[in-house]
């Protein structure tokens, strides 16, 4: 069974502090997905990142970083230098091959303090 | 190009009612997916439709249905409103499979039963 955990509920950081947001996730796969969305206080979810479970390269896109171990079964997400502008509450989902559909997890709300 | 649209923006029903929400895709995205964002449940996977054919369901009750059109667009009824029903109704659509692919979400629909 698919299953997704976000063990951070709530996490306050100050501006320009370094902030990593934890995943870890159940899968009985080989094949597998996992994804990354932020939902700022408007409301819309925002696709961030999607990794598959056959490339555990690490990524950098500016000031985020995402960092999975299979080993650990986990897919972590680090805000570097954090602002304002990332307080959001973020999702990390997982899918399976088969059924299609998107598992996500309960969330992390990050609030970042000027 | 134009984002996922969804209407209405706000519905306040009272127990026992019905309701239908609709959602308009990205042109050219063929899967639209539902989910169900509740404070206590996080969000929930409702149903996914691909060419008019629902494809996966999750674990709600039958008093949640959907369908799909030719030209993608989707709607979801919920009959026989309970209080428990009132949530923020999420729509994405993503371009073919969602178990892979990106999802573009809805700015969702606010459901308040009374």
Request: net charge neutral.
């Amino acid at each position: 069974a698919q299953k997704v955990t976000q063990a951070q509920t709530e996490i306050s950081v100050v501006e320009k502090e370094d902030v990593t947001l934890d995943c870890v996730y159940e899968t009985r796969d080989t094949t597998y997905y996992l994804f990354w969305y932020k939902q700022p206080p408007s409301g819309e979810l925002v696709f961030l990142i999607r990794r598959n479970s056959f490339d555990e390269q690490n990524e950098i896109s500016g000031r985020y970083s995402w960092n999975f171990q299979k080993s650990t079964s986990s897919f972590n997400f680090t805000i570097t230098a954090s602002q304002v502008v990332d307080s959001a509450v973020y999702f990390c989902a997982l899918s399976e091959a088969w059924p299609d559909k998107v598992i996500f997890g309960p969330g992390t709300s990050l609030s970042v303090i000027p | 190009k134009a984002g996922v649209t969804q209407t209405p923006r706000y519905l306040i029903k009272t127990r026992g009612q019905q309701v239908t929400l609709s959602c308009s895709p990205i042109s050219g995205h063929r899967s639209v997916s539902w989910y169900q964002q509740t404070p206590g449940q996080g969000l929930q996977f409702l149903f996914e439709y691909f060419s008019e054919t629902q494809r996966n369901k999750g674990n709600f009750p039958g008093r949640f249905s959907g369908r799909q059109f030719s030209n993608s667009r989707s709607e979801m009824n919920v009959s026989t409103l309970e209080l428990g029903d009132s949530a923020l109704y999420l729509c994405a659509s993503s371009f073919l499979v969602t178990s892979y692919n990106e999802q573009f979400f809805g700015p969702g629909t606010r459901l308040t039963v009374l």
